[in-house]
């Protein structure tokens, strides 16, 4: 059996680590994420960039939607009076 | 009227709306690293195109959209600003026809159109996040494994190439420290 003889910067270092995954796991708790920043996970940041360029997309197109209904509705007034 | 890089498309022909069969070359392709704010870069060339439409509550040649940047290379793209505030000034046609909107297509479908390196703008930026973030985490692992190798006394420092005649800790480790040695009743509890 192989034992260690200095054990104390192992534990160290692992309580280091469960420190750290602690801090994590408070910081998705708080914010109610599970991605905070990029180095959390970037394939998932990325996807997280591209839905906020196809929903700004999407928000423009109901302001632009709403406008031409918002006209359209004004013409049908003008020609049913 | 900004110059136009070897290779561009020129300004008159990019009036003409010819954006539909871009193939993504650009002045970041041809060691440009920003494409977007260079002078004949996609936007500016978008600020010289619009001045050529024109401006349906007025039926006149419109003005700009965009004041290209006067500094080229890395950083033009910052000192890139909008030249119009009312968006009623936006040349949304091309050809001065009521209903025609081809400048307005034309400038839309930019978001689509793989002009920045072979991408589209969402997705070129989608990969610096990518990248970012990747780089970022690959960093923070590398750090915490090796303050844990540099920390641990279990690993044999001997069987890592650059340790081998050393018999020191890496160069990277902070401490320099020669590896410690086993006590002899450790060394005797091995099987």
């Known amino acids: 059996m192989r034992v260690n003889p200095d054990p ?21 708790i708080a914010s109610g994420q599970s991605v905070n920043l990029p180095s959390d996970d970037p394939a998932a940041a990325a996807l997280l960039a591209q839905n906020a360029g196809q929903t700004a997309q999407a928000d423009q197109f109901q302001r ?18 | 009227m900004t110059s136009i890089p070897k290779g561009r498309t020129s300004p008159a022909k990019s009036r003409r709306g010819n954006w539909g069969d871009d193939t993504g070359a650009g002045p970041g ?22 001045a050529g439409g024109w401006v349906r509550s007025e039926r006149r040649r419109g003005n700009r959209l965009f004041n290209p940047p006067a500094a080229s290379g890395v950083g033009a793209a ?20 009521p209903g025609s909107n081809g400048n307005a297509e034309a400038m839309y479908a930019l978001n689509s159109q793989n002009i920045i390196s072979g991408q589209s703008p969402t997705d070129y930026y989608s990969g610096i996040v990518f990248n970012v973030g990747n780089n970022a985490s690959n960093a923070w692992r590398n750090k915490a494994l090796r303050r844990w190798y540099c920390s641990s006394s279990t690993i044999s420092w001997r069987r890592f190439p650059e340790c081998r005649w050393t018999k020191r800790r890496p160069t990277w480790c902070s401490t320099r420290t020669p590896i410690p040695r086993r006590p ?6 091995m099987t």
């Open chain 2, 29 to 50: 392709d041809s060691g440009n690293s920003d494409p977007i704010g260079y002078p004949g870069g996609r936007l500016s060339q978008c600020g010289e195109w619009g």
């Open chain 2, 184 to 189: 002899r009743s450790s060394r005797r509890s």
């Open chain 1, 64 to 81: 632009s939607i709403g406008s031409v209904q918002g006209e359209i509705q004004n013409a049908d007034t003008a020609l049913s009076r």
């Open chain 1, 8 to 28: 104390y910067p192992d534990l160290l270092a692992a309580v280091a680590q469960t420190q750290q995954q602690i801090q994590t796991d408070e910081q998705e």
């Open chain 2, 78 to 97: 910052a000192n890139l600003s909008v030249a119009i505030t009312d968006p009623a000034l936006i040349a949304a046609s091309s050809d001065g026809t």
